[in-house]
């Protein structure tokens, strides 16, 4: 029997409810296998750790988490500490700690779901936005001089290397090649950014020489966005900066149905730290702690989680509870027009899970 060591951060916010619920699908899925088991250990960082300690997390925190197979994360942000304090001093710290350089962001339409787009079913929406998750506009290089004068100036540099550029688009066309319609779109910026962005565009053809069966094309970021709504079913992979796939995966989750739907993995490829899946939301301070959070995109982010493992069954097994809950419309949470909560779906989502299981074992 396989033992996995997870570490839980649920953080702030809805972090602090969805994580448990993530955790309590796991462990019904270990309690139903033969083959695997978990072994969890929760860190308690974020907010309420910040006001005791002046940290969102220790300074030798990563070395806690460093031998651990995955990480499942809530969200950093307290409505009390600045956005950049909480976003820097935890989440960002541990992606760019553990060099978890592809952010990973599927989106598709589940069943039961409805999503604004008028004519787009499941099958016209079926996207995997990759952000670059290490460098770029949140490189955190910048400064502000002469603070509330008139003169006042501010930076943030946007920072671009080749290395880090060539990483991503390799990933990229990896990703659009191991998907049946073996399509890639590298979004860009590159009439405006006329340094990084064109660097970018460049490398973007370079590696595009190595993935000959990939058909690719290329959008600025602005006109992407019309793309998105006007023709999803012409894009499948996306490959984006930092800052542009940050802002393209939220409407992607919007186009979806909602935010508390969509799943990403900060991963690192080459397996040399763990990997961290959260859900793309963020606090929700306006729905915190009464019981309204949807924690599916919680429980997908577990199925990224599982296939991050290679436990590609156990992942399939996940997704399939995933689109019966979303298909019962009594089962949908506030977000999605509903009225079941928190625990609600998480019971039945618990339950299918180790239901399926069984039948697949019996
Ligand atoms: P948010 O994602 O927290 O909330 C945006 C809106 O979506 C809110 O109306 C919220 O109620 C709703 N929503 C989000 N998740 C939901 C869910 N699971 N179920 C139902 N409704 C849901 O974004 P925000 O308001 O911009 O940010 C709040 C805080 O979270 C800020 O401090 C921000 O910095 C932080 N944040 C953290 C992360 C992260 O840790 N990865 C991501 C985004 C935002
Ligand atoms: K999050
Ligand atoms: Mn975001």
Redesign the pocket.
């Known amino acids: 029997m396989k033992t996995y060591r997870i570490a839980t951060i649920p ?1 702030d ?3 602090k409810e ?1 994580v448990p619920a993530g955790q309590e699908v796991l462990e019904a899925l270990a309690s139903a296998s033969s083959t695997f088991k978990f072994e969890f250990e929760n860190f308690d960082w974020g907010g309420d750790y910040f006001r005791e300690h002046g940290v969102m997390m220790p300074d030798e925190g990563l070395n806690a988490i460093r031998d651990k197979d995955a990480i499942l ?1 809530g ?4 409505p009390h500490i600045p ?1 950049h304090v ?2 820097w001093g935890l ?1 960002l710290k541990i992606c760019q700690g553990f060099d978890q350089y592809a952010n990973v962001r599927p989106t598709r339409i589940l069943p039961g779901i409805d999503g604004p787009l008028k004519r787009c079913g499941p099958d016209d929406l079926n996207w995997v936005i990759v952000r670059e998750n290490s460098e770029g506009e949140y490189s955190g290089v910048g400064g502000r001089v002469h603070q509330g004068h008139p003169i006042e100036a501010a930076t943030d540099v946007s920072i671009m290397t080749r290395a880090g550029v060539e990483r991503i688009m390799r990933f990229a066309f990896r990703l659009a090649r191991s998907r049946p319609r073996k399509l890639l779109t590298v979004i860009t910026k590159s009439n405006a950014q006329r340094h990084a962005m064109v660097m970018w565009d460049e490398i973007a053809r370079q590696i595009s020489k190595e993935f000959p069966d990939v058909t690719w094309d290329k959008e600025l970021v602005d006109a992407s966005t019309a793309r998105m709504i006007n023709h999803p079913a012409s894009l499948d992979t996306i490959v984006a900066t930092n800052l542009h796939a940050d802002i393209l995966s939220d409407l992607a989750a919007a186009l979806a149905g ?3 739907i969509a799943p990403t993995g900060n991963i690192d490829p080459e397996h040399r730290y763990p990997s961290m899946f ?10 915190m702690g009464k019981g ?4 599916v ?1 919680t429980f997908w982010s577990v199925v990224m989680l599982l296939e991050h493992l290679g436990e590609t069954e156990a992942a399939q097994h996940v997704m399939q509870a995933i689109e019966k809950v979303t298909a019962d419309k009594s089962l949908h ?3 999605l027009g509903g009225k079941a909560t928190t625990a609600e779906v998480t019971k039945a989502m618990c339950s299918l899970v180790a239901a399926g299981l069984q039948r697949k074992a019996a």
Not at 75 to 78: E, F, M
Not at 278 to 284: D, F, K, L
Not at 292 to 295: E, R
């Open positions: 953080g916010g809805i972090g969805v994360f969200s950093a942000g307290d956005d909480t976003l989440r909602s935010l508390g959260e859900p793309i939301h963020g606090s929700a301070f306006d729905i309204l959070a949807n924690p995109g949470t506030r977000d």
